[in-house]
């Protein structure tokens, strides 16, 4: 079955240091892994796409097959990226819905 | 360009009513997604459109919970005899049909029942 962990619910880091916010999937096939962010009272929005290997806003993930991981870095975090931050998968070959992880939220303190 | 759009934005009503939930997709977009979000469940899958095929429906809490989609945009969703439990904000997402194209969400719909 098809399944995202983001082990940590929370994360607390200082202005200025590196950030990582764990993720983990689980499916047989060929995946489709993306970041989701939700700013405070904003909507769900996109940060990165696997398939892509942006950089948007200092975050980057690799996806890992070897490890089924997707973690997501930013070498030096800033205030205003304090959000709640979701992991989610799709099964590239069908298509269709997405499996999202449960969630970290990510404060970053002056 | 216009994002995915959902009204109402916050609805509040009594237990035992039908309410109705709008979603106005990316134009262009032929896949449309229906999650609901609460404290305790996370991001939950609801239902999804694909152009003409069949939805899936194998989210669906309840046969209380129905959706169509009408010219292959506008998305309706149906919540009959509304529960408590049924609380929670509803996203609307769509996508293009294509791997790793990604889905854009609306704001949601806040659904309060009482």
């Known amino acids: 079955a098809q399944r995202v962990t983001q082990p940590e619910k929370l994360l607390s880091v200082f202005k200025g240091a590196p950030v990582e916010l764990k993720c983990n999937y689980s499916?047989?096939?060929?995946?489709?892994l993306f970041w989701y962010v939700q700013y405070s009272r904003q909507r769900l929005q996109l940060l990165l796409r696997h398939i892509s290997r942006e950089s948007i806003k200092g975050f980057t993930a690799d996806l890992n097959k070897g490890e089924t991981s997707f973690h997501l870095k930013k070498p030096f975090a800033q205030e205003e990226d304090s959000a709640m931050y979701y992991c989610a998968l799709g099964r590239g070959s069908t298509l269709g819905r997405l499996y999202f992880g449960r969630g970290t939220q990510l404060t970053v303190w002056p | 360009g216009a994002g995915v759009s959902q009204s109402p934005s916050n609805k509040v009503t009594e237990k035992g009513k039908d309410v109705e939930l709008r979603c106005d997709p990316i134009?262009?977009?032929?896949?449309l997604y229906w999650y609901r979000q609460s404290l305790g469940q996370g991001l939950e899958f609801l239902i999804y459109f694909q152009g003409n095929s069949a939805p899936d429906k194998s989210g669906l809490p309840s046969d209380r919970f129905s959706a169509e989609r009408t010219g292959g945009s506008v998305s309706t969703l149906t919540i009959q005899r509304t529960q408590q439990e049924d609380s929670a904000v509803y996203l609307c997402a769509s996508s293009l049909e294509s791997f790793g194209a990604g889905q854009y969400f609306g704001p949601g719909t806040r659904l309060t029942v009482l």
């Open positions: 134009s262009g977009h032929t896949a």
């Open positions: 499916y047989s096939g060929s995946p489709e």
